[in-house]
């Protein structure tokens, strides 16, 4: 019995100790460190590091990271993402094991965040519980569903003519100063209406200028549905570089989940450029504008991940607005003509027009939406095909009222109703249209209803015009906003309340006594002049700065 006992006694004691043995022995984890070679403006060049795999995240002193950018036998040249003043040569560094990741979600909305999900807007931590590597493959051609529902972006120059789709890749590009901003923002604030998702990715901005997006953004309730990612001009060129790819994934969250979104990259030239300074500090060859060879793949890899997915993967959609800016108009520089065989159409900016007062400064002829007019509204497409011709053979002809031309009728019809065109597409900023009033609008203006509005009168016969669109019966109005042709029923009651809203701006009639005022003034008055005369296509209206700058 006691035999036994001893014998229980000494197996449990045996037991124990190697109880206490094995949750004692250390776990041990490897950890590949290496030291750091030299360290340049936003690089670092790092040896013994035998493992590391291409964009492998790499933690430095100081809790900075970067990424493994070129990778070496001996050594791997690093892309720093935070300060590098503190880093000195000798330093140890760390591998990770892991890509760069960024958190995604719903608790991002209404944040101003930095490419690495870190708060730039003072309220606190970002809450997320999901991180997605900013590097990600785009979807499968089949996966991809075509473009079929526009994303209207309340400018009607915009949605009229080079009208864009949810799914579609549409560039805008122009000087500087040309707008360019400022329609990206518009669009935005347009989606208000359409429960699209926005992401605004500034990319190497001015400080200034981000706040300003953000202020406007924040003032109009657009912020709710926003994601803001910023790097600004100061910061390191490696953060330039990740933020369109962090910006994206977190789009690409909301587009899985089935939601609509609109990304934003103001602007690519920044991006590339910044691409351009690292690589040339790896001492990767430099190409054409001393740009790598691989500056297409870049943009390409980017903006392919934009697409309208296939109802069996949520239907969800990422609409993509890349801005570019061009030097001296040169569209045909390098990194453009790049984005613009990349997208699905080009919005050009023209600085002329801006100069001129033709805002937004949308040079129609140079712009094109390739896809966006097959998820054009039926409404739009009646009337976009007549202003577009109308338009363009104004474009044509205005050159020669340069010259005082003697004019015969028809070709002075023909100008002045591109002038009335040219002043109903002129948009003020931040106040995107409802398409009820853009169609109402357009249709009068395709009816020539505006050819007898004096100019300087345009303005205040619009804002007629908007107002008397309440007035329309509502089934109609539902017409206008559903994807359906109009009837000509519709189209009667919308040009019977549109002319009735602009009577008031026909010209006015001279009264008898101020017109033997006149008579006694000149020798020959206007009136009695037979034919019409390139002086009168001058002088008629308000005088054209359009015309006379241009000269
Ligand atoms: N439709 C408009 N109506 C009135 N002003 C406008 C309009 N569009 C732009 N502007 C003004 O033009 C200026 C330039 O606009 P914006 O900053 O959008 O241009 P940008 O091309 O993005 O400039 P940058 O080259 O600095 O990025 C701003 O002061 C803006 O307020």
């Known amino acids: 019995m006691e035999a036994t006992s001893l014998k229980d006694i000494l197996d449990r004691v045996f037991n124990e100790i190697s109880e206490v043995r094995e949750s004692s022995t250390p776990r041990l984890?490897?950890?590949?460190?290496?030291?750091?070679?030299?360290?340049?403006?936003?690089?670092?060049?790092?040896?013994?590091?035998?493992?590391?795999?291409?964009?492998?995240?790499?933690?430095?002193?100081?809790?900075?990271?970067?990424?493994?950018?070129?990778?070496?036998?001996?050594?791997?040249?690093?892309?720093?993402?935070?300060e590098y003043y503190h880093l000195n040569a000798g330093d140890q560094v760390e591998r990770t094991g892991r890509v760069m990741d960024v958190a995604v979600g719903e608790g991002l909305l209404g944040r101003v965040i930095d490419p690495l999900g870190r708060p730039l807007d003072g309220k606190g931590p970002v809450i997320s519980s999901k991180r997605l590597p900013i590097e990600r493959p785009s979807a499968a051609i089949m996966n991809r569903s075509?473009?079929?529902?526009?994303?209207?972006?309340?400018?009607?120059?915009?949605?009229?003519?080079?009208?864009?789709g949810r799914g579609q890749r549409e560039l805008i590009l122009g000087d500087r100063q040309t707008g360019k901003t400022a329609i990206a923002i518009d669009t935005i604030l347009n989606q208000r209406d359409y429960d699209v998702l926005c992401v605004y990715c500034a990319i190497g901005q001015r400080a200034s200028a981000v706040a300003r997006a953000v202020a406007t953004l924040r003032e109009k309730g657009a912020m709710d549905?926003?994601?803001?990612?910023?790097?600004?001009?100061?910061?390191?060129s490696g953060l330039t570089y990740i933020a369109p790819y962090a910006a994206t994934s977190i789009a690409e969250y909301f587009m899985e989940a089935g939601r609509d979104v609109l990304i934003v990259y103001d602007d690519l030239t920044n991006h590339a450029r910044a691409y351009r300074e690292l690589s040339l500090l790896l001492r990767r060859p430099p190409g054409r504008e001393a740009y790598p060879g691989d500056i297409f793949y870049i943009h390409s890899r980017l903006l392919e991940r934009a697409t309208h997915l296939f109802e069996k993967l949520g239907g969800g959609s990422l609409t993509a607005l890349p801005i570019i800016e061009t030097e001296a108009q040169n569209i045909s520089a390098y990194i453009p003509t790049n984005l613009i065989s990349i997208t699905d159409g080009q919005i050009y900016l023209s600085p002329s027009l801006f100069e001129l007062g033709v805002l937004p400064a949308v040079d129609v002829g140079k712009s094109v939406s390739r896809v966006g007019g097959k998820a054009q509204l039926a409404a739009y497409r009646e009337v976009a095909g007549d202003l577009k011709l109308a338009y363009s053979q104004f474009e044509e002809l205005e050159a020669f009222t340069r010259f005082g031309a003697r004019l015969d009728e028809n070709t002075r019809r023909i100008i002045e109703h591109g002038r009335r065109i040219r002043a109903l597409l002129k948009q003020p900023e931040s106040s995107p249209l409802p398409v009820p009033d853009q169609i109402v609008l357009l249709l009068a203006l395709n009816a020539k209803l505006f050819d007898s509005v004096p100019l300087d009168r345009m303005e205040e016969a619009e804002a007629s015009l908007r107002r008397a669109v309440a007035d329309i019966p509502a089934e109609v109005r539902e017409h206008l906003k559903a994807d359906a042709e109009l009837t000509d029923n519709d189209r009667k009651t919308i040009l019977g309340i549109a002319r009735k809203a602009l009577e008031h701006f026909q010209p006015r009639a001279e009264t008898e006594n101020e017109s033997e005022a006149k008579a006694g003034e000149k020798s020959v008055p206007e009136s009695q002049t037979g034919d019409k005369t390139g002086q009168e296509v001058q002088t008629e209206g308000k005088p054209?700065?359009?015309?006379?700058e241009k000269q």
Request: overall charge negative.
């Open 29 to 82: 984890t490897l950890r590949e460190v290496g030291t750091i070679k030299t360290v340049s403006t936003g690089i670092a060049n790092v040896f013994s590091l035998p493992g590391v795999g291409f964009e492998e995240l790499i933690k430095f002193p100081g809790d900075v990271y970067g990424i493994a950018f070129n990778v070496d036998e001996e050594e791997i040249g690093v892309v720093l993402l935070g």
């Open 146 to 164: 075509p473009v079929s529902v526009p994303l209207q972006t309340g400018i009607k120059v915009i949605d009229a003519l080079i009208p864009v």
């Open 225 to 236: 549905y926003t994601v803001v990612v910023v790097t600004e001009g100061n910061d390191p």
């Open 544 to 548: 054209e700065p359009e015309a006379e």
